[in-house]
Every structure is written in structure tokens, then in C-alpha cells.
């Protein structure tokens, strides 16, 4: 079994950061791609930004410039600078990762943490 733990969320006035991490734990051969998505309630989850094993990146429009994403493969924990946050940035935001397990790639996701950007 493979369990994704993420940390970091909370409460942020507008214009603020916050740092989201990832931990993956339990069976697992290597990490391919990891990646953080958002879900907004009644609306698809979308990706925000997803980071390859070799550490190329490709990020929403809308978090360009603002969001980072990096990973540190020794600790299998990948995350997520936000800054200049936005009101529009609130919602849950879940962590994801592809998984080699002997022959097979399986994707897991995160429990999901709150993100609040607000004054």
C-alpha cells in the first residue's frame, strides 16, 4: 500500500505564501510524474502544476509566475510554493502521484488540504 500525506495548508491574507508538501510512503518501487491538483466544489479537479521524475515542470495558466513546484526524490515528498496567493486560489488542494509498483504504474492522490486566501 502506498499512502500520499500532504501538509501545509492554512489561512493567508492575499498577496501571502504557503508552502504545501507531500510525503509518499509504503510500497513503492519508483515515483514517475507527482503533481498538485485543486478542487473547486460542483467543478472539475484541475491541475495547478506536475513535476517528472527527471524534473521538468509545466504549470496552469493561472498559477504561472506565482506557483512552484519542486520534489526531492531521496525523501519521495514533493511541493509547492504559492505565493502572491489570491482569493481565487482558495479551495482543497490534492497531491498525486504515479507510482511504479513491479511492472505497473498506479496513481494515488493525497486526502486533500485546505487552501483559505483571505483578510
Known amino acids: 500500500q502506498v499512502q500520499l500525506v500532504e501538509s501545509g495548508g492554512g489561512l493567508v491574507q492575499p498577496g501571502g505564501s504557503l508552502r504545501l508538501s507531500c510525503a509518499a510512503s509504503g510500497s513503492i518501487f519508483s515515483i514517475n510524474a507527482m503533481g498538485w491538483y485543486r478542487q473547486v466544489p460542483g467543478k472539475q479537479r484541475e491541475l495547478v502544476a506536475r513535476i517528472t521524475s527527471g524534473g521538468s515542470t509545466n504549470y496552469a495558466d493561472s498559477v504561472k509566475g506565482r506557483f512552484t513546484i519542486s520534489r526531492d526524490n531521496a525523501r519521495n515528498t514533493v511541493y509547492l510554493q504559492m505565493n502572491s496567493l489570491k482569493g481565487e486560489d482558495t479551495t482543497v488542494y490534492y497531491c498525486?502521484?504515479?507510482?511504479?509498483?513491479?511492472?505497473?504504474?498506479?496513481?494515488?492522490w493525497g486526502q486533500g488540504t485546505q487552501v483559505t486566501v483571505s483578510s
Open positions: 498525486n502521484a504515479h507510482i511504479a509498483q513491479g511492472r505497473y504504474e498506479y496513481i494515488y
